[in-house]
């Protein structure tokens, strides 16, 4: 399969070469536009609450970040599957650097809404036109490795960005918070200016375009669907995990430092599994270690309301984030390799839409049952949908 993959796709600069250089500036563009979004999810719901804002509004920000993105995951990708990646990396960028500038031209509270849902279109429109641009370096066998420098690299200005901002918003106000967070962009734009980078167009596939696929062909393939469900749990578990540690620290009486410090650990334990996804992709079949990946996850969760102290609390988000950082690589791997040929970015984007409802209507769900049962039943229903996802990471 992975021969009639090859030679279906079509031609791209990355095949061509590029080296080092075009690697780097590639994944640089590629975090440039992945930063606002965990930048946005701090910044803008701080400005609500500074505004006095109620928290059903702060929650409705927090929704369309993902909202928005579901109507448009599997067009996109569709999109790019037929153009190539370069005008939709230039469109990605272009709607995070508009959206920064909403909530300045017009200081309306609805415009933070709107700068949610677009920065939300934006990144995720990114992520699926760079994982598309990463995912042709090479040969197959080296794809893994590339996707986890590439995830790698996401966790490090996902944490960079916060940062920043949010020294910005206290020292600066909120309009230079938000400006911060379309430099990103505007960073981003730069570096598509830049030679060597692999963000590149197409042709060849435009009579494909007149078939005009539709989405029940892809859920006909079962092995594809099977690993689309398993990409939307592990990557759920990692996005909502900053929401789990909220709630967990406010209920041991933790304070908003060492929570943010128990986050870094996590995010520290993320980068290292990630870089580590090269060697182990060499010697570990990709189902055999989702399957570990996810069984330690669901162990290390369910034990996460027992930590009552600052020290074992940071060590297991470490722990957490050194078992799931690594799960994300290598299911976007095996999704690249099950997807019908021509039709991996509209899979990525299908995966995406997936992964977005499951990430907008499970905090929503899990926060009336913690209302009612305690914090601790949130981490033990993640723990559950973890292992319920390892029934369906046997082999590709």
Same mark, same amino acid.
């Given at each position: ?64 970040? +993902? ?80 996707? $986890? ?18 020294? +910005? ?34 042709? +060849? ?47 041991? $009486? ?15 334990? +993320? ?6 996804? $090269? ?15 996810? $069984? ?101």
């Amino acid at each position: 399969m992975t021969a009639m993959m090859d030679e279906s796709l079509p031609p791209m600069a990355s095949r061509q070469g590029g080296g080092p250089w075009g690697f780097l500036l590639t994944v640089f563009i590629g975090c440039m536009n992945n930063a606002p979004l965990m930048t946005a999810r701090l910044i803008l719901p701080m400005i609500a609450m500074q505004a006095g804002a109620s928290p059903g509004f702060v929650g409705l920000i927090a929704a369309m970040f +993902t909202a928005l993105p579901i109507v448009f995951n599997v067009g996109f990708g569709r999109w790019v599957d037929r153009s190539g990646t370069l005008v939709p990396m230039v469109l990605a960028s272009l709607l995070i650097g508009v959206a920064s500038l909403l909530p300045i031209l017009w200081g309306r509270p609805a415009m933070l809404l709107a700068m949610a849902g677009l920065i939300g279109c934006g990144t995720v429109f990114s992520h699926v036109a760079t994982t598309r641009a990463v995912g042709e370096i090479g040969p197959p066998e080296q794809r893994t490795r590339n996707l $986890g420098l590439l995830i790698a690299a996401y966790s490090v200005f996902q944490f960079v960005g916060p940062m920043v901002a949010g020294v +910005t918003l206290e020292h600066y106000g909120k309009d230079w918070a938000v400006l911060s967070i379309g430099t990103f962009a505007v960073l981003a734009l730069c570096g598509l200016m830049l030679p060597g980078h692999l963000f590149t167009c197409w042709t +060849t596939l435009r009579d494909a375009a007149a078939a005009r696929p539709r989405i029940r062909e892809l859920v006909r393939v079962p092995s594809l669907m099977r690993w689309l469900a398993v990409s939307s749990v592990t990557s759920s578990v990692v996005t909502i995990f900053p929401f789990i540690v909220a709630l967990h620290a406010a209920e041991i $009486g933790m304070s908003a430092s060492q929570a943010g410090l128990a986050l870094g650990a996590f995010a520290i334990g +993320t980068v290292v599994s990630r870089l580590l996804t $090269g060697p182990i992709s060499r010697h570990v079949r990709a189902h055999v270690a989702i399957s570990a990946m996810l $069984g330690v996850g669901a162990i290390l969760y369910a034990a996460l309301p027992a930590m009552a102290g600052f020290a074992s609390f940071a060590a297991l988000n470490a722990a957490l984030g050194l078992v799931l950082g690594m799960s994300v690589p290598f299911v976007l791997s095996v999704i690249y390799s099950v997807a019908p040929p021509r039709r991996v970015n509209e899979a990525i984007g299908l995966s995406m839409t997936l992964t977005n409802v499951i990430q907008t209507l499970m905090p929503l769900g899990l926060g009336l049952l913690a209302a009612r049962l305690g914090g601790a039943v949130m981490s033990w229903m993640l723990a559950l949908l973890m292992l319920g996802a390892i029934g369906l990471s046997r082999k590709p």
